[in-house]
C-alpha cells in the first residue's frame, strides 16, 4: 500500500514570489491535514480538508491556502512568500478525523 | 502556556535500555493521543495511537494515558541505535477536525 507522496522534495524560492506543494494521500483516505514545522515553533496546523471542503484553519495569514480534489489529493499554496516562511511543510492522511494520521516525508522550502 | 509539553530531553541511553517519554496537556478536550517517531529530514512516522485513557502495547513499544493527570508516556524497552530519533507526542479532539497538537519532540541517542 502506497504511503503519502509530497512533491516536490526540495524548493528553493525568492522572496515575494509564490509556490505551491502537492500532497497525494493513502488510497482511501478523505481528510488531508497540513503543517509547517520549523525549529523554533515545532509542528504548526495549517488547515484540513475532507471530501473537498476546508474543515479547519490554523492561525496563519491568508498567503497560506489550499485545496483539494475530488480525487482527494491536496494541493497548498503560499503567496508572496517570506523568509519566514522557510520551513518543513507535512502533509497527513487519515480516513476521517481522529483516526490515524500518517504524514509524507515533507516538502523543504527554502526562501531566499 | 502551550497546551502540550513534552519533556525537552535531549536524552541519551545505553543500547537496552528503557526509555521513558512524556508529555502533559491542559486541554481537557483531548481524546486521542499519538506518538511519532522522526527521523532527521524525514517525515513523522506514527507508532501508536490510543484513544482515552489506558494503556496499549505494541512489540517494545507501550503507551499510557492518564486523563485524570493529563499525562502521557511511550515506553521503549530494549532500547536499539535504530531509536535513535526524535519523538513526538501529538493529541486530538473531536471538536477541532483534523487538527493535532503537537509537543515539541525529544531527541533521544541511544548508544551501542
Not at chain 1, 519566514?84 to 511543510?89: E, H, N, R
Not at chain 2, 512516522?45 to 482515552?52: A, C, G, I, K, V
Request: glycine share 8%.
Amino acid at each position: 500500500k502506497a504511503g503519502v507522496t509530497q512533491t516536490p522534495r526540495y524548493l528553493i524560492k525568492t522572496r515575494g514570489q509564490q509556490v505551491t506543494l502537492s500532497c497525494s494521500p493513502i488510497s482511501g483516505h478523505r481528510s488531508v491535514s497540513w503543517y509547517q514545522q520549523t525549529p523554533g515553533q515545532g509542528l504548526q496546523f495549517l488547515f484540513e480538508y475532507f471530501s473537498e471542503t476546508q474543515r479547519n484553519k490554523g492561525n496563519f495569514p491568508g498567503r497560506f491556502s489550499g485545496r483539494q480534489f475530488s480525487n482527494s489529493r491536496s494541493e497548498m499554496n503560499v503567496s508572496t512568500l517570506e523568509l519566514g516562511d522557510s520551513a518543513l511543510y507535512l502533509c497527513a492522511s487519515s480516513w476521517t478525523s481522529n483516526t490515524e494520521a500518517f504524514f509524507g516525508q515533507g516538502t523543504r522550502l527554502t526562501v531566499v | 502556556q502551550k497546551e502540550v509539553e513534552q519533556d525537552p530531553g535531549p536524552l541519551s541511553v545505553p543500547e537496552g535500555a528503557i526509555v521513558s517519554l512524556n508529555c502533559t496537556y491542559s486541554n481537557s478536550a483531548f481524546q486521542y493521543f499519538m506518538w511519532y517517531r522522526q527521523y532527521s529530514r524525514k517525515g513523522p512516522e506514527l507508532l501508536m495511537y490510543t484513544y482515552s485513557s489506558g494503556n496499549k502495547e505494541d512489540g517494545r513499544f507501550t503507551a499510557q494515558v492518564d486523563k485524570s493527570s493529563k499525562y502521557i508516556s511511550l515506553f521503549i524497552r530494549d532500547s536499539q541505535p535504530s531509536d535513535s530519533a526524535t519523538y513526538l507526542c501529538a493529541m486530538s479532539s473531536n471538536t477541532n477536525a483534523g487538527k493535532s497538537t503537537f509537543g515539541d519532540g525529544t531527541t533521544l541517542t541511544v548508544k551501542p
